[in-house]
T-cell receptor, first 114, second 115 residues
Framework: KAGVTQTPRYLIKTRGQQVTLSCSPI?????VSWYQQTPGQGLQFLFE???????NKGNFPGRFSGRQFSNSRSEMNVSTLELGDSALYLC?????????????FGEGSWLTVV | GENVEQHPSTLSVQEGDSAVIKCTYS??????FPWYKQELGKGPQLIID?????GEKKDQRIAVTLNKTAKHFSLHITETQPEDSAVYFC??????????????FGKGTHLIIQP
């Protein structure tokens, strides 16, 4: 059974640009969550999508957005990139709503903003 | 919102010895507590989880205990092996129907297994 797949694995962007990251959840999983991991702040919740609707949102600015498609695949977008957005972005999936359910993570997308 | 404290930040043990990592949480509504292992360059891998209706759970060399009254939970690894070296994260979340913050993670423990 394939795990959570994230693309691209590595990317470098320039300040002010925008970036789109993609996530394919485990087959049959309907909830997709996104997390940001940095050395200073650790793992922080960005948002959760379930049935193509954003269900929860963490404390991040509006430059961070996402969406989920009918096949449960998800994308997240960061606009007007800042140096502080450099991080590992992790996608996670679960069968049902993420709260209280087992959550599996992908390998992440390493974003460097220069 | 929920706050999770994790200790220690670094733990060095001799191969074959036991390792214990402790976490405390602040929100008494939290009822799901997973532990993840993250190796360098990889995403977090779920190693064990516990729900608040259970006090202890074991899986081979790994066990987790939960004290709801004190709001703390611990990861125990026995007979440690070199491949156990990694960063371990505890997390907490409120069960289905609640929780606006997804999983709230501790800051992580870097476990080093000395040969």
């Amino acid at each position: 059974k394939a795990g959570v797949t994230q693309t691209p694995r590595y990317l470098i962007k320039t300040r002010g640009q925008q970036v789109t990251l993609s996530c394919s959840p485990i087959s049959g999983h309907r909830s997709v969550s996104w997390y940001q991991q940095t050395p200073g702040q650790g793992l922080q919740f960005l948002f959760e999508y379930f049935s193509e609707t954003q269900r929860n949102k963490g404390n991040f600015p509006g430059r961070f957005s996402g969406r989920q498609f009918s096949n449960s695949r998800s994308e997240m977008n960061v606009s007007t990139l800042e140096l502080g957005d450099s991080a590992l972005y992790l996608c996670a999936s679960s069968l049902a709503r993420s709260s209280g359910n087992t959550i599996y993570f992908g390998e992440g997308s390493w974003l460097t903003v220069v | 919102g929920e706050n999770v404290e994790q200790h220690p930040s670094t733990l060095s043990v001799q191969e074959g010895d036991s390792a214990v990592i402790k976490c405390t949480y602040s929100d008494s509504a939290s009822n799901y507590f997973p532990w993840y292992k993250q190796e360098l360059g990889k995403g977090p891998q779920l190693i064990i989880d516990i729900r608040s209706n259970v006090g202890e759970k074991k899986d081979q060399r790994i066990a987790v205990t939960l004290n709801k009254t004190a709001k703390h939970f611990s990861l125990h690894i026995t007979e440690t092996q070199p491949e156990d070296s990694a960063v371990y994260f505890c997390a907490a979340s409120i069960g289905a129907g609640g929780g606006a913050d997804g999983l709230t993670f501790g800051k992580g423990t870097h476990l080093i297994i000395q040969p």
